[in-house]
């Protein structure tokens, strides 16, 4: 298996349009995002406390380096975004009971709310001044529409948009995740290349999706991405598949940062090579 290598941060001989976005995490303030205060893996709870450690234990062998932004090897420049706050992000918040609040049906492939559009919106002056050539998004609508409005300068200069489902959330099981049929999802968003995308959610089960087999899609889709020809380009996905993509599939121990939990509306830098 071809070896990832992740890097972050910048270098004195990068190219100028490489230092146009700072490496830190770009998020809202406390105030202007969820009521969680989401920051780090630790803050969520056991229960994601559990994830992590389930994802470290993995041991993945596809292992990733940590190199300057001006590094020779360098092939890509991801800027990673988790979408803003969707409708079972609320519900999870004020959820009472030990019960899965994500099984209800009437939040299937959950959208955003009115907090997750400005939250999307407030990523415009960061977004706009960046270089970039593609924008992809996971087919959720809640991806899609914070990708709308997050790189909404790009795509009215004509920056291809494409859904893919190798970037989608942890598969299975919560209803949040599943993805309405294409021909709901194609009208509100015919600006987006859903060609690859199947009428029904042929991907989801009523099992959750196992973290090994997330993490082998995290790195799937770098593979993915490695195979198209823009270097800078946007991923805008869900918050296990990066805590598995940064904790897993990669070796982000010189840009630590892309470890920590995606806040909603959050966005981060990752300069990608491959052995």
């Not at 969680?36 to 292992?63: I, N």
């Not at 270089?131 to 609508?141: F, G, N």
């Amino acid at each position: 298996m071809e070896r990832v290598a992740a890097t972050s941060g910048s270098a004195p001989d990068a190219p100028d349009h490489e230092h146009a976005f700072d490496a830190s995490p770009v998020s809202l303030r406390k105030d202007e995002s969820t009521s969680s205060g989401r920051g780090s893996v630790t803050q969520g709870g056991s229960k994601r406390s559990k994830k992590l450690a389930e994802l470290l234990a993995l041991q993945y062998p596809s292992r990733c380096h940590a190199l300057p932004a001006g590094d020779a090897a360098v092939e890509k420049v991801l800027y990673f975004v988790r979408h803003g706050e969707a409708t079972h992000n609320v519900v999870r918040e004020t959820h009472v009971g030990s019960d899965n609040p994500y099984l209800n049906p009437a939040l299937t492939d959950a959208p955003l709310t009115a907090v997750g559009r400005a939250q999307a919106e407030r990523l415009r002056p960061a977004a706009d001044g960046l270089p970039l050539e593609l924008v992809i998004s996971s087919p959720l609508t809640r991806a899609l529409e914070t990708a709308r409005l997050a790189f909404a300068a790009h795509l009215a200069r004509g920056a291809p948009f494409v859904a893919v489902e190798s970037c989608r959330e942890q598969i299975g099981q919560n209803l949040c995740d599943k993805r309405q049929p294409a021909s709901l999802t194609r009208p509100l968003f015919p600006e987006a290349d859903m060609s690859a995308i199947a009428e029904a959610d042929e991907l989801f089960t009523p099992a959750r999706e196992t973290l090994g087999a997330l993490a082998q899609r995290a790195d799937a889709f770098l593979h993915e991405i490695r195979g198209r020809p823009e270097k800078h380009i946007a991923v805008v996905s869900h918050s296990s598949f990066f805590l598995a993509l940064f904790n897993a599939t990669l070796d982000t121990a010189r840009a630590p940062e892309l470890r920590e939990w995606f806040d909603n509306g959050a966005m981060r830098v990752a300069h990608v090579a491959y052995d």
